[in-house]
């Protein structure tokens, strides 16, 4: 129960996320509903016929962000909540859609209670945030806060050939709304956590203070193939091996640095993968991620210089290509303390961590005071069929999300 | 010059090389000459066509193994050499064809020199030595000594689903002659080294102690796929990790017992091998070699420890499945020490060595004293169009051939 003396309707919003995952659903479970798809135009209707049931004004902008206006007592900028309604291929019924339907039941709960706010309140779902069929992901928020040009955001093609532009005017939601408005004066994204933390700690509420920074690299291995069995140990120029130790290193480097540091590779191909053949090339990717640019960087330097001379010692050639680098982002200090304090307020254990995953957050901090808060998934599970958050954990959340945005919106500063 | 004054045409040696490598040859060079197809068969009628030239008495069994018998003073066993004539998809002018075609060269010396031998001499061609297009490898070899049933052979479908019986039949070599004879009184054959190890140490003559044993395994990981960002470390069930852990432990392991171990992780597969996915499942071979069954029986035993340790500790599943295991074999120790000092006796520079791969004069070896020869391969390169001997060290080979026949030839024992 909130200090305004409402609460929102758990029922109501499971039923909501429910209606939403039946658009895209897939034979055993799950959603695919690929950023401008027809499903995705399917789940946009149904998200704005919500809005227009509420009341809430609908501005859709040229690249298809959509933002649902409830009007507060003074004109000026509005605090913001939202998140995305596409999914990746196989995508559960959470991420992203959590953080739209919440906004929808605040409003409607609001609406019920017949509380009006000093802002207005704007609910957001901003456009291919999976970058699953379009890259890059956080396309929407991107084109939002100007980091990128809507025309190179209309002009990218998909997996499938099709570019942004032509898909948003087939689903119909090439809105006329020029980009960069409404200019929010906070943003505040709910989303499931896509890790096991919470859960593996009992702990319900995430106060996120950051998104790691990320760094892929992809590493090239040429050695040399040879037979198996014919070639002693110390002739053989292995890329498999060369790829082994990088992979074993990663664990190691992870481990040694500590703390937010993680490292990942994902992904390992040999040529010619024969059994009986010395691996002549090697394909590997890294994934290092880390809270602190500093360290981030050091565990790129540290890997580095361990390939090479990974390579140089087995006479393997190894080359290096940076597939994507974010430096991380830190949400405001005030802002992460206010849902700390929030979910504390509400008797609901807290803990600060960071964000793994990229999110739509993370571009609007670059333009207005920001917080996230995540909730548990169960088994850490997420971009997967099986992604599972407890009903329970889901209104935990959006009454964190409810308390928090009734003082942003009452609130002098941000 | 051998002691009987004569000696080899390494010309002529070399032109009926270059002659058979012309059927099946591949545009850039190298040669695909699968057993029992229409290339092969080709090859046959050219080998079948020079025996008849040659005088000899050509015999085809019900495996389509082909005997070219020039007779000696005496009846009884004679001294056979030889190796196979079919190739790998992506095969060279050297592998197989030399053994065979050497030995044609040695009838042809003995003829013009006008020289007789005490015991009848056989060339010998064995059926599907590769055991590229039916499994398993040798195994014309494997019928002649009574390993493998005819039936079951000539049973055995190919990768493109015909039997070998039908292929015999097709190709005209479904000979009548039963399977199992001649019964040598000895089997030598002349092989390239298809390994870097003569060349590198400058040597050109190997005496083949024997064949190392193959232990191959197939190791199944299954761990749990997570966040690449949002997965601490220590929550981790990596797959890929415990992989490419075996990997190098597989390396340190071949260094560790030394000798002729060899270890090789050739193939290695992660699933779903995305960048930012950790791995949740591996698939890895393991192929491990040595001539010493004991030292073999302990890098298994020891490769498995280390597996089943580092999945546990990553609380990953691990399945293994054996893909094959041959023991060791080791050639007849009268025999080995007459190509160590025939090579010697010819001047020719010489070392004892195991043979990484498999060959016909290891199955030959159960049932007669039987010895190989090897001549260096140019950067260690076979099974590859890029094989190579130089025509000075394929003379060479065939010359301490020639001298070795002629002793067992003439000789009482074997």
């Not at 499938?160 to 960069?180: N, W």
């Not at 430096?327 to 849902?339: G, L, S």
Request: charged residues 25%.
């Amino acid at each position: 129960m909130s200090r305004a003396g409402i609460a929102i309707d758990p029922d109501r919003l499971m039923a909501r996320i429910r209606k939403l995952g039946e658009i895209g659903a897939l034979p055993g479970g799950g959603v695919c509903r690929l950023a401008l798809t027809e499903e995705d135009r399917a789940g946009r209707d149904l998200l704005v016929g919500w809005m227009r049931e509420l009341g809430l004004e609908v501005r859709i902008d040229a690249i298809g962000n959509i933002f649902g206006l409830r009007r507060g007592r003074e004109e000026g900028p509005p605090v913001m909540t939202g998140s995305h309604i596409d999914t990746v291929r196989t995508g559960g019924l959470y991420d992203g859609a959590l953080g739209v339907l919440a906004g929808l039941e605040i409003v409607e709960t609001l609406d019920r209670a017949g509380i009006g706010t000093r802002h207005p309140l704007v609910i957001a779902a901003f456009t291919n945030e999976e970058g699953a069929r379009f890259p890059p992901d956080m396309m929407g928020s991107l084109v939002h806060v100007g980091a990128l040009a809507l025309e190179d955001a209309l002009a990218t093609r998909g997996i499938d050939g099709e570019t942004v532009g032509a898909c948003l005017e087939r689903i119909g939601y090439a809105g006329d709304a020029p980009v960069g408005r409404p200019e929010a004066r906070a943003f505040v994204e709910l989303h499931i956590e896509q890790g096991p933390v919470l859960e593996r700690e009992g702990v319900t509420i995430g106060a996120v203070e950051g998104v790691q920074g990320i760094s892929w690299q992809a590493l090239s291995l040429r050695g040399r193939s040879a037979h198996a069995g014919a070639t002693p140990m110390a002739m053989r120029r292995d890329a498999g091996l060369v790829a082994a130790e990088i992979a074993v290193f990663a664990r190691r480097l992870a481990r040694e640095i500590g703390g937010d540091q993680v490292a990942t590779v994902g992904s390992l191909r040999l040529s010619p993968d024969l059994v009986n053949v010395v691996p002549e090339r090697a394909e590997l990717t890294v994934d290092l991620r880390h809270t602190d640019d500093l360290r981030l960087r050091e565990a790129e330097r540290r890997l580095s210089a361990f390939a090479a001379e990974a390579a140089a010692r087995e006479g393997v050639e190894i080359a290096f290509r940076q597939l994507a680098r974010f430096a991380p982002v830190a949400f405001d200090p005030a802002m992460v303390a206010r849902v700390e304090a929030t979910a504390r307020r509400l008797g609901r254990s807290v803990r600060r961590m960071p964000s793994g995953a990229g999110h739509d957050a993370q571009i609007m901090a670059r333009v207005c005071p920001t917080a996230m808060i995540f909730v548990p998934s169960v088994g850490g599970i997420s971009h997967n069929v099986e992604e599972y958050t407890a009903p329970e954990d889901l209104a935990a959340g959006a009454e964190v999300l409810l308390e928090l945005l009734l003082d942003l919106l009452e609130g002098e500063g941000a």
